[in-house]
């Protein structure tokens, strides 16, 4: 396991670089499909598109959610030149209700080269990522300690 600055501290507010520790289920996948061919798992796909984002601005009303681009309020581009989201497993933290500051998404993401620190989100190799999703099934309990 690779653990990173912040892996084991307690999450305070949106951008502290913390993975807030917790016991999470999976909300939604989303996917480039132009990026990634062939997926097998037991959960609804979603394709990227070019204008897909997530809020992270906490003064949207939109904030922690999936939006349409551009806006107004500050956001991730789920579209990237990268590919650090062509596969994106969004975990339900901070959703039921959203609360402002408190941190938007926990994605499980592509890995950047050399596993450099995400802003929260936890990132895994690209095909660890396609077998992990072959494996999982729908009621998995993702825990982070």
Request: one cysteine or more.
């Amino acid at each position: 396991m690779l653990l990173r600055k912040g892996w084991n501290k307690k999450k305070k507010s949106e951008g502290d670089q913390i993975t807030p520790k917790g016991t999470y289920k999976i909300v939604n996948i989303y996917f480039r499909k132009d990026r990634v061919k062939k997926i097998s798992c037991k959960f609804k796909l979603i394709k990227i598109t070019k204008k897909m984002g997530w809020c992270d601005d906490p003064t949207s009303k939109k904030y922690n959610q999936l939006i349409n681009i551009p806006s107004k309020y500050n956001y991730e581009k789920l579209f990237r030149k990268d590919n650090i989201y062509d596969l994106i497993i969004v975990l339900n933290y901070n959703t039921r209700p959203i609360i402002k500051f408190k941190g938007s998404a926990i994605f499980i993401h592509i890995a950047k080269k050399n596993y450099l620190s995400t802003a929260g989100c936890i990132a895994i190799k690209k095909q660890d990522l396609i077998q992990l999703l072959k494996i999982i099934p729908r009621k998995v309990k993702i825990v982070i300690n």
